[in-house]
């Protein structure tokens, strides 16, 4: 079992920035792809950003160039460096774990932080 928490959501003006966090407890971090979904007002959750266990990261084409995945196995943690940020990038984030055992894949979520793109 794998619990996830987020933070560093909130308000910011179009054009600023904010960076989001994922804390993982339980299993093994490192062998975990992580990812960042969002999932705007009335549409369903879409992928932004993915990480491997080797530190490949992979990007909507939405946020390329703008936002930046990492990950420190050592703190069990991901954040999500989000720049340049548009209107269009409000919804809630949620953080994923991908665990494989034996053979299944196992999906957990956070329980989400809010980011909201105004003026």
């Known amino acids: 079992q794998v619990q996830l928490v987020e933070s560093g959501g909130g308000l910011v003006q179009p054009g600023g920035s904010l960076r989001l966090s994922c804390v993982a407890s339980?299993?093994?971090?490192?062998?975990?792809?992580m990812g960042w979904y969002r999932q705007a007002p009335g549409k369903q959750r879409e992928p932004v950003a993915g990480i491997t266990p080797s530190g490949r990261t992979n990007y909507a084409d939405s946020v390329k160039g703008r936002f930046t995945m990492s990950r420190d196995n050592a703190k069990n943690t991901v954040d999500l460096q989000m720049d340049s940020l548009k209107p269009v990038d409000t919804g809630v984030y949620y953080c994923?774990?991908?665990?494989?055992?034996?053979?299944?894949?196992?999906?957990?979520w956070g329980q989400g932080t809010q980011v909201t793109v105004s003026s």
């Open positions: 339980g299993g093994v971090f490192s062998l975990n792809t």
């Open positions: 994923n774990a991908r665990v494989v055992r034996s053979g299944d894949v196992y999906d957990y």
